[in-house]
């Protein structure tokens, strides 16, 4: 059964700071693995989605990579600001059947402080 | 505007009550996903359709029900059954579901009094 582990739970950082958001799994045969932003109160919002077959993706700021041998992502945030406070969530979708169903992550609640 | 739609945003049901969420998209998707969220956890699925008038179970289905008459809608039934519903409930689409990125709607928190 697919496990989808994000530590740390909780990140406090100065505005400005580099920093590194970790994701887990423990069955390698993934599809997919995405990284998501939610904001207190709301809904998901996709940041980046990295195919079973690539590396890394980039978005501004924003670098996510895939080492699927030893099951980890990391989404890294580039020169922090107060608006990249949220909780971040990765999801892996496993290449079993063909539901499309995705396996969450707990989350980091990232706080970046002015 | 093309989007997903939840209602009502915050939803408030007496013990032994059944409540219904709404899920509403016109992004023209063939799949739409249920979850439920609870605090300090990830997103958990309860139940999800890939056609319209076809649905499965997720992982945590017991006590909730769901239909599919349209391909823009999935309503959500909690029922009495649900031992505890208290949670923010998300639902999620996809234009096809094994391939292609969910998109969110804004969720609904069900609180049970």
């Known amino acids: 059964k697919q496990e989808v582990t994000q530590i740390p739970a909780a990140l406090s950082v100065p505005e400005g700071e580099n920093l590194v958001l970790n994701c887990s799994f423990t069955?390698?045969?993934?599809?997919?693995l995405q990284w998501f932003r939610q904001d207190p109160g709301k809904g998901l919002t996709s940041l980046l989605l990295?195919?079973?077959?690539?590396r890394e993706q980039t978005s501004g700021r924003l670098n996510a990579s895939l080492d699927k041998s030893s099951g980890r992502s990391t989404l890294y945030i580039a020169a922090s600001q107060p608006g990249d406070s949220a909780t971040y969530l990765c999801?892996?979708?496993?290449?079993?059947?063909?539901?499309?169903?995705?396996?969450f992550g707990q989350g980091t609640t990232l706080q970046v402080k002015p | 505007d093309g989007g997903i739609t939840q209602s009502p945003k915050y939803l408030f049901r007496k013990e032994g009550q059944n409540v219904t969420l709404s899920c509403e998209q016109n992004?023209?998707?063939?799949?739409m996903y249920w979850y439920r969220q609870d605090p300090g956890q990830g997103l958990r699925l309860i139940y999800y359709?890939?056609?319209?008038?076809?649905?499965q179970k997720g992982d945590i289905a017991e006590g909730y029900s769901v239909s599919r008459e349209k391909k823009e809608s999935f309503p959500l039934t909690v029922t009495s059954a649900q031992k505890n519903p208290t949670a923010f409930y998300l639902c999620?689409?996809?234009?096809?579901?094994?391939?292609?990125?969910?998109?969110f709607g804004p969720g609904t928190r069900l609180t049970v009094l």
């Open positions: 999801a892996v979708k496993g290449n079993s059947g063909n539901t499309g169903k995705l396996i």
């Open positions: 069955d390698s045969a993934i599809y997919n």
């Open positions: 999620a689409s996809a234009l096809q579901g094994s391939l292609d990125t969910q998109y």
């Open positions: 359709s890939q056609i319209v008038n076809d649905f």
């Open positions: 992004l023209n998707h063939d799949a």
């Open positions: 990295i195919q079973s077959s690539q």
